[in-house]
């Protein structure tokens, strides 16, 4: 999420701006000498940088006492993570979270949104425009202070925030940005949520000094499965946006399918939440969640525990084609299939094992997702943040 190489003086000033305050936000409280030795940057040219991030209003400084009795306090540089808000929303058939983040990413509010099934977009976003207010009060903040506005969504979003096709929110064609900053009055965006996730998942592992580099995320979702890749440090988005796709690949020759899925036996058809409640349900109709899935299983279901296998491997065989198609280090699964069903996880690990193409990539790393259900909106959090510094760096007009 950094800077590409400076090609010009205003590009060489948001650079700078950027890599100091990224620096104070993952190493604060920090003093100058400390940064103006990470960066190589001499003192002179830390102290216009560090006055202007204070002037813009996004670093604060305060002193501590030296070590020991006696001697001058240090002055020490933090984020004020309060300096600005996003307002950002995981959009979801019937139920969408949304949250009020400052500028570490931290939630400050959260609500659930209900509407019913087929809403419009319009209607959404005038919904989201409405709550508004009551996120700011529950936060205790002016909604002035709120920058932008981004929503994560499962389906085919254009790079432009145009909504290509969305089949669980029943959206097509929708001018998704257009219709959010004109309703709210702010800068807004709009992505897919498997992208979304992944990139919130490359901001934790590289937090946590982890190489991300070369990483994909595989969801699960209830109606659908996606994926997205980080190839040598870059999202793959492809001409339209639709890099990871992979729930319309064939995971075999027969297989049930739905009217909004042309392809007869593809992931979504076979490894989605739904598509495993449905084939549960045909061993016995009780079982019509995954709670119910998991009370079999616990009571050794024999059937139940059939259908896991292959389920399992089907899963592998995805992760399988995602090591092949990107070759990442790690693959993050998602979804609450993987994380919540008995033995899901550790039966797709020992498919994984048998199907994995070794001389590919022999070390694949394949974990759950760290925000577990709330990847995407995480995501979206990192993305609307990374936005929002990036707006208000670039209003300054001092010279550096």
């Known amino acids: 999420m950094y800077q590409a190489v400076p090609r010009s003086q205003a590009d060489l000033k948001y650079h700078n701006l950027k890599l100091i305050f990224d620096l104070v936000k993952r190493e604060g409280p920090v003093s100058r000498a400390a940064l103006a030795k990470r960066t190589g940057l001499s003192a002179t040219s830390m102290t216009r940088i560090v006055n202007e991030l204070l002037k813009i209003g996004v670093i604060a400084e305060h002193s501590i006492a030296s070590v020991g009795t006696s001697g001058r306090p240090s002055t020490l540089l933090e984020i004020r993570s309060g300096a600005a808000y996003c307002l950002c929303m995981d959009a979801m058939p019937n139920m969408s979270k949304v949250t009020l983040v400052d500028l570490a990413a931290r939630n400050v509010a959260y609500r659930e949104l209900y509407m019913a099934e087929g809403a419009p977009f319009c209607q959404t976003a005038e919904e989201l425009r409405k709550m508004l207010p009551e996120l700011c009060r529950d936060a205790g903040v002016s909604p002035e202070c709120v920058a932008c506005c981004g929503i994560s969504i499962s389906g085919h979003v254009l790079e432009t925030g145009r909504i290509s096709a969305s089949s669980q929110l029943q959206w097509a064609d929708v001018d998704g940005v ?62 339209r946006n639709a890099a990871g796709e992979i729930g319309h690949f064939n995971a075999g020759l027969e297989g049930m399918c739905a009217e909004k899925c042309e392809y007869r036996g593809s992931f979504e058809r076979t490894i989605s939440e739904s598509a495993v409640i449905e084939r549960a349900k045909e061993i016995d109709p009780a079982y019509g969640s995954l ?68 001389s590919v990539q022999p070390n694949l790393a394949v974990r759950l997702t760290k925000m577990g259900s709330n990847a995407s909106l995480y995501g979206m959090s990192c993305i609307a943040v990374e936005q929002a510094i990036q707006r208000l760096l670039q209003k300054s007009d001092t010279g550096i």
């Open 178 to 239: 257009g219709i959010l900053e004109s309703t709210l009055d702010m800068p807004a965006f709009v992505e897919n949520d498997c992208k979304a996730a992944l990139l919130g998942e490359q901001h934790l592992l590289s937090c946590a000094g982890e190489s991300t580099e070369n990483i994909a995320y595989l969801k699960l979702g209830w109606a659908g499965v996606g994926s997205a890749a980080i190839v040598d440090g870059r999202l793959l988005r492809g001409s």
């Open 291 to 358: 709670a119910s899935i998991n009370e079999g299983l616990k009571a050794g279901d024999a059937r139940l525990q059939a259908m896991l296998q292959e389920v399992g491997e089907y899963i592998a065989i995805a992760i399988s084609d995602i090591s092949c198609a990107y070759n990442p280090d790690t693959i993050v699964l998602g979804g609450n299939l993987i994380a919540s069903c008995t033995g899901c996880y550790h039966t797709v690990m020992q498919f994984v094992k048998k199907r994995l193409t070794r």
